[in-house]
Structure formats: C-alpha cells, structure tokens
C-alpha cells in the first residue's frame, strides 16, 4: 500500500510543472516592431542592401572581400516600377528618390554597379507584401508533452492500484 501511495504522491507532485516564472497576470501589449523592406545580392565584387523607406530607395554597397564602402560608384536601378540612378548620400550609400510608393508584392531588381575598373550587374527581390503571421509560441508543444506524460503517470499508477486491490479480494 505504501507503494501505491508513494506513486500516486509522486504522480501529483510531478503535474505540478513549474513553468519559468511567468506571470499570468494581464497580458503584455504585442510587440510592434516592422522591419522595412529589404532586397540583398551579393557577387563576387559587391555585395548590396536595399532598403525601402518611405519614398526612397536607400543602397548600401560594399566590396564583397573586405566589407569596405563603395564610394564613388554609378548605382543604376531597374525593375519593379523603379528605373534610374541612385545619387550617393554618403560612402558607400545611394539613394534612389521615387515617384510613388511601391504596391505590396515582390519585385524583381536589377543592380547595375560601376565603381573605377569593376562592374557588375546584380539581381535582387524587394519584397513589399505583408509578414508572415508569427509562430505558436515555442514552449506550447512542451506543455502538452508534460501534462500528457503526467496523465499516463496517473493512468499506470490507477491500473496498479486496482490490480493490487483484485489481488487481495481474490487471496
């Protein structure tokens, strides 16, 4: 009986998970941080960053070896409604002013670089379409793993319980 008691005792104990501290109070207001639109390429000479804010089209190009700033370069764009060349703003950096505001979709860029002798011609997608929805939470699938093997805890220690108490009618 001692037993019985010993493993049922521990079969409660072990459903009380603990769980890291969190407080079930109200909940927090979600996070809204937005990311702007991005399209990267990078080639054996250049490696480019561009990023949508507003109604311009900032550049970033760097020498693909050393991560250096590309300064002085003619940055030509084309593709997706944008067409002309980016005036540089600072080392390294180019901005592109545009008509309009891009529509949500992915657009195809093409990058034409020319930096003293090197040139190069660079492909990227600028994605303007809305984020993908966020994931379950990464401690849900935990959760049920742990309730469920505290259910079959009980379970086993339920069937132990009722065998042994057959057991003893029957002697």
């Not at 990464?138 to 065998?163: D, E, K, P, Q, T």
Request: glycine share 8%.
């Amino acid at each position: 009986m001692r037993r019985i008691v010993a493993v049922v005792s521990f079969a409660v104990a072990f459903s009380a998970y603990g769980h890291g501290d969190e407080d079930h109070g109200a909940a927090p207001p979600p996070v809204t941080q937005s990311m702007a639109p991005r399209a990267v390429a990078a080639s054996e000479e250049f490696e480019v960053v561009a990023v949508l804010e507003d109604k311009h089209l900032v550049v970033y190009v760097d020498r693909y070896a050393s991560n250096e700033p590309v300064a002085g370069a003619k940055v030509e764009i084309e593709g997706g409604g944008l067409q002309g060349v980016a005036a540089e703003s600072a080392p390294g950096t180019y901005l592109l002013n545009l008509a309009a505001a891009l529509p949500p979709a992915r657009h195809g860029l093409t990058i034409s670089i020319e930096a003293g002798d090197s040139a190069d011609l660079l492909t990227a997608t600028l994605d303007t379409s809305t984020a993908a929805p966020a994931a379950s939470p990464a401690h849900f699938r935990s959760a049920w793993v742990v309730w469920g093997l505290a259910a079959l805890l009980l379970l086993v220690s339920g069937a132990l319980l009722a065998a042994r108490r057959r057991k003893q009618k029957g002697l």
